[in-house]
């Protein structure tokens, strides 16, 4: 059940991920990867050898020229067949990071992964335990010394940082960060000497293959520096945004995996000789449910038409959406879980891991906390600036007036 009319591109985009999902998809692959904490390579090489590779490459390397409300219904309906979060998300933020730097070196970048792995693929470790999402309060640090350069540090939450052949660090470096406010990009082979991985054991979304990275005087080449060219702020701001609008995506599409459910079971299983679907509570139940699920559905293609557009509200339309579709995912897959019963609460049934996958994207890319703070603060600026240009009116109009 989809709650808006789709585009004729989001419709060519929904269809190939069924397409896709048709055949490689099914539950009990869904449970067995989640415990493998990932995607068969087989799979993962189909995934890009398909047209659904297009949307995470740029035109240029025979990507999809698309817009973010195309991606958005990509992630959404590929989160919605599985019931539960996949790395395409990390993939397609890779991507459009990689696409916003100096053209040069973007291709140079993009081709050496693609000649390695015939796909670009690697973990962004930007999150610190001390500084979770804050760019300026990074502790990793590069250091120049008489023998070469270095790094040191420790990247928390890093998504794919299990698997993914290659890490892009953002690192605090007073040398060549100076056009950046101290901060620079490097992207570096994991099997790095002094990169090591600690896989973490996390209560949900174990597709996505989190891991702390910990980086000890590892020497840094010339050329495995970003060059951002005092852009790396936009860039991140931009990536952020994107970042929320994907994940927003993918729990929307978890809800509605939850609500085919409870829709599914509720229809099916009978309490003294009725369905469960016609007791008042139930009825109830679903009805909240569709209003959240068509919310969702109008919040994230609202932000997504926003940042679209370049328009100057798109950073406070991302944080309302970040602050309100998680939360309200997370409550469509409870009341799933709750309609389900005893079962729901059972590894036989998916709503239980649809669930933990929507709570987490509650913290993922700022939590709600944060989005908190990011809308007062944009609320407030937005009024002050609208109480301005009030006055410069009334002004003018007073003056014009007394003129006459």
Not at 85 to 106: A, G, I, N
Not at 235 to 262: F, P
Not at 332 to 346: F, N, W
Request: charged share 25%.
């Amino acid at each position: 059940m989809i709650a808006i009319d789709l585009t004729d591109e989001q419709k060519v985009a929904v269809a190939a991920v069924d397409e896709f999902c048709d055949v490689y998809f099914s539950e009990d692959a869904i449970k067995q990867w989640c415990k493998s904490r990932g995607i068969p390579s087989t799979v993962y090489n189909a995934f890009y050898d398909s047209p659904l590779g297009k949307y995470c490459l740029p035109e240029y390397l025979r990507g999809r020229e698309c817009s973010l409300a195309e991606k958005s219904a990509v992630i959404a309906r590929l989160s919605h067949r599985a019931g539960a979060m996949l790395p395409f998300v990390s993939d397609m933020l890779s991507m459009t990071l990689l696409d916003s730097m100096r053209e040069t070196s973007r291709r140079e970048v993009v081709e050496e992964l693609l000649t390695k792995s015939g796909h670009v693929s690697f973990s962004q470790a930007f999150s610190e335990a001390r500084a979770g999402s804050d760019a300026s309060a990074v502790e990793t640090i590069v250091t120049v010394e008489p023998d070469g350069v270095f790094l040191d540090g420790t990247k928390a939450f890093v998504s794919g940082g299990q698997f993914a052949p290659e890490t892009l660090i953002l690192a605090r470096d007073p040398v060549h960060g100076l056009e950046d406010g101290g901060l620079s990009l490097w992207l570096i082979p994991i099997d790095t000497p002094g990169v090591s991985t600690f896989p973490l054991e996390t209560v949900g979304q174990q597709m996505t293959a989190p891991a702390t990275l910990q980086f000890d005087h590892v020497e840094l080449k010339p050329e495995q520096r970003i060059q951002t060219e005092g852009r790396l702020d936009a860039m991140l701001k931009h990536q952020y945004e994107l970042g929320r609008i994907l994940i927003c995506a993918a729990s929307m599409g978890l809800a509605l995996a939850a609500m085919d459910d409870a829709l599914d079971h509720a229809s099916t299983h009978f309490v003294k000789g009725q369905t469960l679907g016609t007791l008042p509570q139930i009825r109830e139940k679903l009805a909240d449910m569709e209003v959240r699920n068509r919310a969702m559905c109008q919040l994230v293609y609202y932000a997504a038409d926003s940042v679209d557009k370049g328009l100057s509200r798109s950073h406070l339309d991302c944080a309302l959406m970040k602050r309100a579709v998680p939360r309200m995912a997370t409550e469509v897959a409870s009341e799933a879980l709750q309609i389900l019963g005893g079962r729901g609460y059972t590894d036989q049934a998916r709503v239980g891991r649809i669930w933990q996958d929507c709570r987490g994207n509650q913290i993922a890319q700022g939590t709600d906390e944060v989005m908190v703070h990011l809308i007062a603060k944009s609320l407030i600026a937005v009024r002050k600036e609208e109480n301005r240009v009030a006055e410069e009116r009334i002004a003018a109009n007073r003056a014009a007036h007394n003129a006459c």
